[in-house]
């Protein structure tokens, strides 16, 4: 199945051509400028502008007042209040990310998931990976989708689910998450390789796509020694 979106936003295939120069660049190397990929990919200034601000956002770029766009130094811990793709972040570290698919099925949705899905009792896709860095585990990811998007089965699920979901219409755009502390249960210390009882720093997510529709339910259960997420908050001035 074509991974290419025709329907995609046109700033975000000129974002994921950026983050493929990006893994290959090195910190400091300059970027296209705005008027360039303008050119580039036959569109506005402004769209350009889109997916270059996009990528300073997330890190992955910085821009030099008068001089251009660079590539940014890797950074190793994800800000929490950003949605970035895991895969991304750890390119960014370095390393290279791989996905180990535990299972992938159509099954009937719990009543939470549907609750949270908003969809009636129906069924969804409900993939289990074990994500990894240079081959080692550091994540058992539990994740849902609505299941109209059945379709998803017959992608590639070591590589980017979120890439898959694009290639379908639905383009991950903004989420909410709950982030806790738990012990490693025996499926976990089974997937992670770690002990059972050990800490995990647990991400629950939902995320929506670009129309306000809730696309995904997840549980990422990251080995606590391995991972850690980076809060940005502001101060409220004292009353």
Request: charged fraction near 25%; glycine fraction near 10%.
């Given at each position: 199945m074509s991974a290419g979106p025709d329907f995609a936003p046109r700033y975000f295939r000129i974002e994921q051509e950026l983050r493929a120069r990006i893994a290959k660049a090195r910190p400091h190397d300059p970027l296209p400028s705005e008027p360039?990929?303008?050119?580039?990919?036959?569109?506005?200034r402004m769209t350009a502008r889109a997916a270059v601000t996009q990528l300073v956002n997330d890190g992955l770029a910085y821009r030099a007042p008068g001089r251009g766009t660079f590539v940014a130094v890797p950074t190793g811990p994800r800000r929490a209040d950003n949605l970035i793709r895991l895969s991304e972040e750890i390119r960014k570290q370095g390393k290279v990310p791989s996905s180990r698919v535990v299972s992938a099925e159509l099954r009937p949705a719990s009543v939470i998931e549907a609750t949270r899905l908003r969809q009636r009792a129906g069924d969804v896709v409900a993939i289990y990976r074990?994500?990894?860095?240079?081959?080692?585990?550091?994540?058992?990811?539990?994740?849902?989708?609505?299941?109209?998007?059945?379709?998803?089965?017959?992608?590639?699920?070591?590589?980017?689910?979120?890439?898959?979901l694009v290639a379908l219409g639905r383009v991950p755009t903004r989420g909410t998450s709950t982030i806790t502390a738990q012990p490693a249960n025996e499926e976990d210390a089974k997937e992670l390789g770690v002990p059972v009882g050990s800490a995990l720093l647990v991400e629950e997510r939902l995320i929506l796509d670009q129309e306000g529709r809730p696309l995904e339910l997840s549980e990422s259960r990251y080995t606590g020694t391995k991972y850690r997420l980076d809060v940005a908050f502001g101060v409220e001035p004292h009353q």
């Open positions: 360039e990929l303008a050119r580039e990919f036959g569109v506005s074990v994500r990894q860095a240079d081959g080692d585990p550091f994540a058992f990811e539990h994740a849902c989708y609505p299941g109209v998007l059945s379709a998803l089965l017959d992608f590639d699920l070591s590589g980017s689910v979120h890439e898959a």
